[in-house]
């Protein structure tokens, strides 16, 4: 393609909305541009980058048996009423009526749409195991979306779901779904770790997540430096302590703390560690159900877990009003002696502790010495807080190492949750009906985009690997003259000929502004034809990722990009 007939509209300046880099390169590169607030049009550029993580999705999905179907954006009111998702989705699931008033939502995913083809379409054992993919638009309304394609609102999404007759043919169908998606990270060019997931508002019994390491990642995992475990953090189990404290049980006093409401506060004023304190966060369940998590003064409470004890769909912290309500005394100073009326749950790291201090449930006072066996009642003791770089893995004990990780895939085994809630069954060898075991699995086509550029850039601009670059060669002829202009355009036909894709710069700019937006662009090879190269008989090819220039004679150019390209297993735009 020749720059002067694609719309690439390059920015100079840093573009002041983009906080994260690939945000800033996309706009800056003329890939995207915004529309609303998490809704863009794909530039041509843009949007070649997308055409080609589709195809690797396309073809690895086909090779793993899954055939691909379209699902319509708008789907009834009704299907997801069916699985109780049109009340439990909240304010993401973007609602509409039509001219008759009937209810509709934009697809945030598709589960009951896909559950309700399985039940009127298939019938007997025999079609399964059948595993449907899509790779369509999605809307989620999210209530910040940023970092451009990174969290949009309306984003390009590939979703599969699968349908087995049993357990064990799930979990094969969920392992052949998992190995497809480390094939198409892998042909993406991405650096990429499968961790282990919670399964949130989908459900199910097990699920992994593909993670981009990048260090502008959202996502927090935590991995074995040597060995295979590697979880979110969000999901990251943490062993109970080894071993109780032997200290001797001490008279519980009452100290008075003028405004220490925080850890930190109350640690230096009473010259403790915070691994001496135990927090009490109130939370309160979706069902309005007020509850007391304990967890020591260095740990993190963990939502997913602490919903999952209480068996809610999610939990929040207390307001301050509510908790002065439950506790008597303002924020900060809420403890487990005297509690009433308050279930009480502890972090297993509690009942390993002994002469401990917690809020007094009155305006600036803090209990030392409590004890949980001798003090309060605690309901039942779990694993409440968030891992750490450090904790001991729950796999091996060795210590798990932290790193920054961007969700790019998510493969879920659901079992029978939507296959029973929507009666979707088929007849076994016996005949008798039988709910299918399902799994879905999810890539942010998008977000797999900007993802590349998290990982692959420098302070000129993208680096694209060969395989979802745009374009793999850009094509720079620096001067104007007849024998630079005529070894372009001989160039250029070679390579289209070939197959390989190419940017020719026809515009008339100088070199310097040029090679500024090949940078920026970040093709693999940016092949230069200048006066003074052709006259020595040679032309330089710049490989993107390493600045490394060779030389070489025009004649050899397409032998040489030939070999450079066969190392890699392209897909087609
Ligand atoms: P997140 O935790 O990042 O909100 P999710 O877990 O809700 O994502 P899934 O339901 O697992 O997302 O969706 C499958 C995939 O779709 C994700 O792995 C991610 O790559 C992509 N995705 C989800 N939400 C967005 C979004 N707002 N913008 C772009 N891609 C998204
Ligand atoms: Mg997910």
Redesign the pocket.
């Known amino acids: 393609m020749r720059t002067s007939q694609v719309l690439i509209p390059t920015l100079r300046e840093d573009p002041g909305e983009a906080e994260v880099v690939s945000h800033r390169l996309m706009l800056r590169a003329g890939m995207i541009r915004k529309v609303a607030a998490?809704i863009y049009t794909y530039l041509p550029l843009g949007l070649r980058v997308l055409k080609k993580i589709e195809n690797i999705i396309r073809e690895e999905m086909n090779r793993a048996g899954a055939q691909e179907i379209l699902m319509p954006i708008l789907s009834p009111a009704e299907l997801w009423r069916e699985t109780g998702r049109w009340e439990f989705y909240g304010k993401e699931l973007l609602r509409c009526q039509d001219r008759h008033e009937r209810d509709f939502c934009f697809g945030?995913?598709h589960e009951e749409v896909i559950t309700d083809l399985f039940r009127r379409e298939v019938n007997s054992y025999r079609q399964l195991p059948m595993n449907c993919y899509q790779i369509q638009t999605?809307f989620?309304d999210?209530i910040r979306?940023r970092f451009g394609?990174?969290?949009?609102?309306e984003?390009?999404?590939k979703?599969a779901y699968s349908f087995d007759r049993d357990e064990e043919s799930a979990r094969v169908s969920y392992q052949k779904m998992y190995e497809a998606y480390e094939r198409i990270f892998t042909r993406c060019g991405l650096n990429f770790r499968p961790v282990e997931?919670d399964n949130?508002?989908?459900g199910g019994t097990m699920s992994h997540?593909?993670m981009v390491l990048a260090e502008t990642g959202?996502?927090t995992i935590l991995y074995e430096e040597e060995g295979t475990y590697a979880a979110n953090v969000e999901r990251a189990e943490v062993l109970p302590p080894a071993s109780p404290s032997t200290e001797n049980p001490l008279p519980l006093e009452t100290k008075h703390t003028p405004e220490m409401k925080t850890v930190l506060d109350v640690c230096q004023f009473l010259q403790v560690t915070p691994a001496k304190l135990v927090k009490t966060l109130l939370y309160q369940t979706r069902e309005g159900e007020i509850v007391a998590v304990l967890v020591r003064g260095d740990h993190e409470g963990n939502d997913i877990k602490i919903s999952r004890l209480l068996n809610t769909a999610a939990v929040t912290l207390a307001d301050a009003e509510t908790v002065t309500k439950a506790t008597s005394a303002p924020v900060g100073f809420a403890g487990p002696v005297g509690l009433k009326g308050v279930k009480i749950v502890a972090d297993h790291a509690i009942r390993a502790m002994k002469n401990f201090i917690v809020g007094g449930n009155a305006q600036d006072t803090h209990l030392l010495n409590a004890n949980w066996d001798r003090d309060f009642t605690v309901d039942t003791f779990a694993d409440l807080r968030q891992a750490q770089a450090g904790d001991p893995s729950p796999r091996s004990q060795a210590p798990l190492v932290a790193a920054k990780g961007?969700?790019?895939?998510?493969v879920?085994l659901l079992g029978t949750k939507y296959s029973q809630a929507m009666d979707a069954t088929f007849l076994d060898d016996q005949g008798k009906d039988t709910l299918a075991i399902m799994g879905c699995y999810?890539?942010?086509?998008?977000?797999?985009a900007?993802?590349s550029i998290e990982q692959g850039h420098d302070a000129k601009g993208m680096i694209w690997p060969v395989q979802i670059a745009p374009f793999h060669v850009h094509l720079l002829p620096v001067t104007n003259s007849e024998m630079v202009q005529e070894t372009t355009k001989s160039l250029y036909h070679s390579f289209t000929d070939a197959g390989i894709e190419v940017l020719w710069d026809d515009r008339d700019e100088r070199a310097g502004v040029k090679f500024n937006d090949a940078d920026l662009i970040g093709a693999p090879y940016h092949v230069t034809i200048g006066d003074k190269g052709l006259k020595n008989g040679t032309i330089e090819i710049k490989h993107r990722r390493t600045g490394e220039v060779v030389k070489i004679e025009p004649s050899r150019v397409l032998a040489y990009m030939n070999e450079q390209l066969a190392q890699f297993q392209l897909p087609r735009v």
């Open positions: 998490g945030p995913t999605k989620r999210e979306p394609l990174m969290r949009g609102r984003f390009i999404m979703d997931a949130g508002m989908i997540e593909f959202e996502e961007i969700e790019v895939g998510h879920f999810g890539i942010g086509v998008s977000r797999t900007a993802a």
